[in-house]
């Protein structure tokens, strides 16, 4: 029998995610007026917002002012939000399918790509995703010792989140001090002893992923300055010729103007190296870093990278890598492990009727937070599609006080919008109390402690 969407028996849908793919497909979900919908936003952390509180550069901030339009959006009455919920054991696959009649996965890439060289698991190698969820302040990595003893620091990749690890590293307390960098790391880095930060391509400045907007902050700060080699960001006539990309082509201005600079003295340096490639991590003979082989490249004529038997060590102690996220398989959901997403037809889980997903885990991660807007906003129209179809298979359990009772009955502390909302108040008032926009509470039992009384 085809189920009909009232007011008093509407569309379930569970969207396990709630980062900006989860919200911008619970927005389309209630700006469509074909069919009433109800939505329950899951995250395994109390926190919503996903990559825009733990992801984003906290000298960023005017990015994270989309969480106003997320507030609106998770303070619907037709919305709910149910933080400390962890996909696959509060919520099962089995449970998600009773209680709701579409289930959307919005869960992100949470995983990094290695580099696949010799000592890559020593101390002091690790993966910026890694480093950027420790100073963003999330739970996972909040309590995690990081000594920023290293005088140099490597790091490898050409993205944004690659140059957002490095200004981070050179920036001064008082220039974090303006940002809502984590308490924690705000102290570390204010101790640390790095002096030179290497950012490494292995293609060159016309193949770099980074937008000019990043690029150009590293000439703006107090106490670093970018150094870039000439020959490696040298262009013939040809190669210049086909760059069509206007990010790309202001790119390479901005790394010719830095290339052109005398050098300012400042304390600390940023040297943008392109086309070389780490071949070893070397291990200091006490199982850390003590420095990165690479080998120097250059393009065939498809653009790939070729070595050329040519090889330098750069002094470091540090290495991050910043060479592309991964998907991360969900319990009961079928996986594309080639690609690191969930298998899925233009947002269709594959072979399964009323899943879907949306994001990273959908597409892979490219884009910008913009980016998955449209993103979530097709996949939602297939679910529409399907319900109006009469596709979907109906939820035998399909009521907020249901769920409500799973979890009860799994003593599961559920962390609602309200909550988070009391929480949200407490850091902006701590912020204020310091000078700065924002004090993360960063521990998950300190989250929970601030509940709606």
């Known amino acids: 029998m085809t189920q009909t969407y009232t007011p008093e028996r509407p569309l379930r849908v569970a969207v396990i995610g709630s980062g900006p793919s989860g919200i911008f497909a619970t927005e389309a979900l209630l700006k469509q007026t074909d069919l009433p919908a109800q939505v329950d936003v899951y995250d395994r952390l109390p926190t919503p917002y996903g990559l825009v509180r733990y992801g984003v550069a906290p000298d960023h901030l005017t990015i994270k002012s989309v969480t106003r339009g997320f507030e609106k959006t998770l303070g619907d009455p037709r919305v709910r939000f149910l933080g ?15 209680h709701y009649d579409a289930v959307l996965y919005t869960v992100g890439a949470s995983s990094d790509r290695r580099l696949g060289i010799p000592g890559e698991d020593l101390t002091g190698s690790m993966s910026a995703t890694e480093f950027v969820a420790w100073y963003n302040g999330h739970p996972d990595a909040a309590a995690r010792e990081m000594v920023l003893s290293a005088s ?10 690659a140059l957002d690890v490095s200004r981070i590293l050179v920036k001064t307390a008082q220039e974090l001090h303006e940002s809502d960098i984590a308490a924690h790391a ?34 703006e700060l107090h106490a670093a300055e970018p150094v870039v080699k000439p020959e490696e960001i040298a262009l013939s006539e040809a190669e210049e010729a086909a760059i069509t990309d206007n990010t790309k082509k202001k790119n390479v201005e901005v790394l010719r103007d830095f290339a052109a600079r005398e050098a300012e003295g400042k304390a600390r340096r940023v040297h943008l190296r392109f086309l070389v490639s780490p071949v070893e991590i070397l291990d200091d003979g006490q199982g850390r870093v003590g420095g990165l082989k690479v080998e120097r490249n250059r393009l065939d004529e498809n653009g790939n990278a070729v070595g ?20 991360v398989a969900l319990p009961g959901v079928p996986f594309d492990e080639k690609r690191g997403v ?11 009727v009323g899943e879907y997903t949306a ?9 910008v937070v913009g980016t998955n807007r449209k993103d979530a906003t097709d996949t939602v129209a297939h679910l529409l599609a399907d319900a109006k179809d009469g596709k979907l298979p109906g939820a035998a359990h ?51 402690g601030h509940r709606k009384g």
Do not use: C
Request: glycine content about 12%.
């Open 359 to 367: 994001g990273w885990i959908k597409r892979g991660p490219s884009g």
């Open 398 to 448: 399909p009521t907020r006080e249901a769920v409500d009772a799973l979890l009860r009955g799994k003593g599961v502390q559920v962390y609602s919008f309200h909550d988070w909302q009391v929480l949200d108040a407490h850091e902006l008032a701590e912020g204020q109390a310091q000078g700065r926009p924002r004090a993360k509470v960063v521990h998950r039992d300190l989250m929970l």
């Open 186 to 219: 705000l102290t570390a880095l204010d101790a640390s002893h790095v002096q030179d930060v290497w950012v490494l391509g292995r293609r060159g400045p016309a193949q770099a992923a980074f937008t000019t907007k990043e690029l150009r902050e590293f000439g």
């Open 84 to 98: 400390n919920v962890e996909f696959g054991t509060d919520l099962t696959h089995e449970d998600a399918l009773t």
């Open 308 to 327: 050329t038997g040519e090889f330098e060590v750069l002094p470091v102690q540090m290495v991050l890598r910043s060479v592309g996220y991964r998907g």
């Open 342 to 352: 969930i298998a899925n037809d233009e947002g269709r889980v594959v072979g399964r």
């Open 152 to 161: 140099g620091v490597a790091v490898v990749g050409v993205g944004n989140v």
